[in-house]
């Protein structure tokens, strides 16, 4: 019976697949009729299709106890305000400067929230990067999270609340977020296992079967071509090796008979 580590795993797995399908397919049940009677494999090759973009904004969360489901979503929050700013803010003073108004920069003003966001990512001591460091050892969450603080400590959108041992707070641009560190690794280690990957091809359920399978059958087929050619260029080499090694040693061998009968 699978653990609750693997359940989750395969449920994140299943919804990433299943939601990528539907994209896929709305693309083309949206595409013009030319492009209906293509094969969906070869239609998505075409990157000049028409397409409709749309945005899922994450909502922000701040529950009683905030775990690492809270500190993902609210990290996209993080960059999607980013991403806000970069087109708004950053982009008006490229244009003051451009248009010699650098003067007047002081009348806008915001909050930039890239120091946050090089807190969550930016390599090599960001908390994720820290996270899938800790993740790949033998470790605990209590000495993650003091990793954390050891690199960060002055960190100002990071503190730690007196006499907690497995609490940590974010200063985020909408409010601070109180996050408890334990199952931080275990939620981190979410990769699907092969068996299962297999086992969920075989399924009944032909869509679900399709989208296991595909991805499987691509692996395996990287796997055949990639060692197939590794083997051949490795006889190839071995083969040119010896023959041109032996006919090097006839022809000097040859070459002395010759010199030494000769005389």
């Not at 945005?55 to 999607?80: H, M, P, R, T, Y």
């Not at 068996?195 to 032909?206: C, R, V």
């Not at 595909?214 to 051949?232: D, Q, S, T, V």
């Amino acid at each position: 019976m699978l653990n609750f580590v693997k359940r989750d795993s395969f449920s994140k797995s299943l919804y990433e697949r299943l939601f990528i399908f539907l994209v896929q397919r709305l693309n083309y049940a949206i595409s013009s009729p030319e492009y209906r009677n293509m094969r969906i494999d070869i239609l998505l090759q075409d990157k000049s299709r028409f397409s409709i973009d749309l945005l899922d904004i994450f909502g922000f969360e701040v529950f009683k106890k905030n775990s690492f489901e809270q500190f993902c979503i609210n990290f996209a929050n993080e960059k999607l305000q980013q991403l806000y700013i970069a087109y708004v803010f950053k982009a008006e003073i490229e244009q003051f400067i451009a248009e010699g108004l650098k003067d007047h920069l002081n009348e806008l003003k915001f909050k930039d929230n890239q120091p946050l966001i090089d807190l969550f990512e930016s390599p090599p001591l960001g908390i994720f990067n820290l996270l899938d460091e800790s993740s790949a050892v033998a470790s605990t969450d209590e000495a993650l999270l003091n990793l954390i603080l050891k690199h960060h400590k002055t960190n100002e959108n990071l503190r730690i609340p007196k006499g907690s041992k497995d609490l940590f707070v974010i200063i985020h641009t909408a409010k601070d977020v109180e996050y408890c560190i334990n199952n931080f690794r275990m939620k981190n280690k979410d990769e699907l296992s092969n068996d299962l990957e297999e086992m969920m091809g075989l399924s009944s359920f032909k869509t679900i079967s399709y989208i296991f399978r595909g991805i499987n059958i691509f692996g395996k087929f990287f796997f055949f071509f990639f060692f197939f050619f590794f083997f051949l260029n490795f006889y190839f080499f071995f083969f040119f090796f010896f023959f041109f090694f032996f006919f090097f040693f006839f022809f000097f061998f040859f070459f002395f008979l010759v010199f030494f009968f000769w005389r």
